[in-house]
């Protein structure tokens, strides 16, 4: 897969690193010369440039990668590269980093956004998670779709334990994805049992009540 990242930053640079180790072909364009760390990740290509520009896209043949990663400190660079990369270019998928929060709303499809990564949102969701047993926490929303990725802790007297998969009706448009249980990442069955800790991963869609789900789950 061809891969451009646009910000040289440590986001970017780490990004780009983990993408090469799985053996995609990376480009990294910044317009900062003290950004061009090239000795930090020599695999990729480096691009000296304005990844907003036309001509810097065309010079790092944007219309012949796979996705563009919109990684830099500046959310209305992120917003414009994404805009390009998606109208000019076509790339298949555009994915943006969110610094501020509050600008997430605008980071969807009319900005040719696919998916759109806000860390301070996935650091928060993080903390809920390691500290919230019998609570439903919201991990990840899918822009293009709606869809989210939720996770639910079994409390230890939870009417769940003991009950087979197959037993339990989720709501429509809920699909329980995957069971974690200790270290281990489990794909649910029918004959499952579930355990006290289990981590269940749900997705689902736009439209399903999530406070009916977290009632169901706590057996009210």
Same mark, same amino acid.
């Given at each position: 897969m061809k891969v451009v990242v646009a910000g040289a930053g440590s986001v970017g640079r780490s990004i780009a690193r983990e993408?090469?180790?799985?053996?995609?072909?990376?480009t990294i364009i910044d317009r900062q010369p003290s950004a061009m760390r090239v000795a930090q990740v020599p695999e990729a290509d480096w691009l000296l440039a304005d990844a907003c520009e036309l001509s810097t896209m065309d010079e790092a043949q944007v219309g012949e990668c796979d996705v563009i990663v919109a990684a830099t400190g500046d959310d209305k660079a992120n917003l414009v590269i994404s805009l390009l990369a998606k109208t000019e270019f076509?790339?298949?998928r555009v994915v943006a980093r969110v610094n501020n929060p509050k600008n997430e709303w605008?980071?969807?499809d009319s900005w040719g956004v696919d998916v759109a990564v806000s860390t301070p949102r996935i650091m928060t969701a993080m903390v809920e998670e390691a500290?919230?047993?019998?609570?439903?926490?919201?991990?990840?929303t899918f822009h293009q779709s709606g869809a989210?990725?939720?996770e639910f802790t079994i409390p230890g007297n939870s009417h769940l334990i003991g009950h087979t998969?197959?037993?339990?009706e989720w709501p429509q448009d809920t699909v329980l994805a995957a069971i974690v249980r200790g /270290?281990?990442? #489990?794909?649910?069955? &029918? /004959?499952?049992? #579930?355990?006290?800790? &289990?981590?269940l991963l749900f997705?689902?869609?736009?439209?399903?009540?999530l406070e009916a789900l977290q009632k169901l789950l706590a057996g009210e």
């Open positions: 993408l090469l180790v799985n053996d995609h072909e990376v076509g790339v298949p605008m980071f969807d500290v919230a047993v019998g609570d439903l926490v919201k991990i990840f989210d990725i939720l998969v197959g037993e339990c /270290d281990q990442p #489990l794909s649910p069955q &029918d /004959d499952d049992t #579930l355990e006290a800790g &289990d981590e997705v689902t869609g736009s439209e399903v009540n």
